[in-house]
């Protein structure tokens, strides 16, 4: 089984002392029936940075993954390039180190070793559109928000 996770994390007034954020998370994937199925989830990150917010979307998707499928399932985690960045390993460590947003650097790291076979792929603009809506409205409202599966075939 396939699942491509996209992820994309929003900040309205990025640096302001009104800042509020959203993370969005969009996953393709075959149900246990082999049909295409897709579901949407939105996520608020209250005061965070939008770099902070791109971090904490990819550990959103992540978590979207039922236990049993992150040992037996192959991953493709498509993320915003700083993040991105942040996953690339030198061996069994990581090439960076991160100097801001550690913690969740850290909780990000950790949701990723969960994965037996992920691949982490800069996600282009076409494919963050979906995730990066969910994530702005999130932001927006401060609401979180899920499709739940929806059945393409």
């Not at 985690?77 to 460590?93: N, W």
């Not at 100097?99 to 992920?118: D, S, T």
């Amino acid at each position: 089984m396939n699942i491509k996770i996209t992820t994309a994390g929003y900040c309205f007034n990025n640096g302001k002392p009104d800042q509020r954020a959203g993370c969005g998370v969009a996953l393709e994937y075959d149900d246990e029936f082999g049909r295409a199925a897709e579901r949407f989830i939105a996520h608020p990150a209250g005061d965070s940075t939008k770099p902070k917010a791109e971090i904490q979307s990819v550990s959103l998707g992540l978590m979207c993954v039922g236990r049993k499928f992150r040992k037996i399932c192959v991953v493709e985690l498509r993320v915003p390039r700083y993040v991105a960045g942040l996953l690339v390993k030198d061996g069994d460590d990581f090439k960076q180190t991160p100097k801001k947003n550690v913690e969740e650097v850290e909780e990000l790291r950790k949701w990723y070793g969960y994965y037996a076979n992920i691949k982490v792929v800069e996600a282009k603009a076409d494919d963050l559109a979906q995730a990066m809506t969910m994530a702005k409205e999130c932001a927006d409202t401060q609401e979180p928000a899920d499709t739940g599966t929806r059945v393409l075939t």
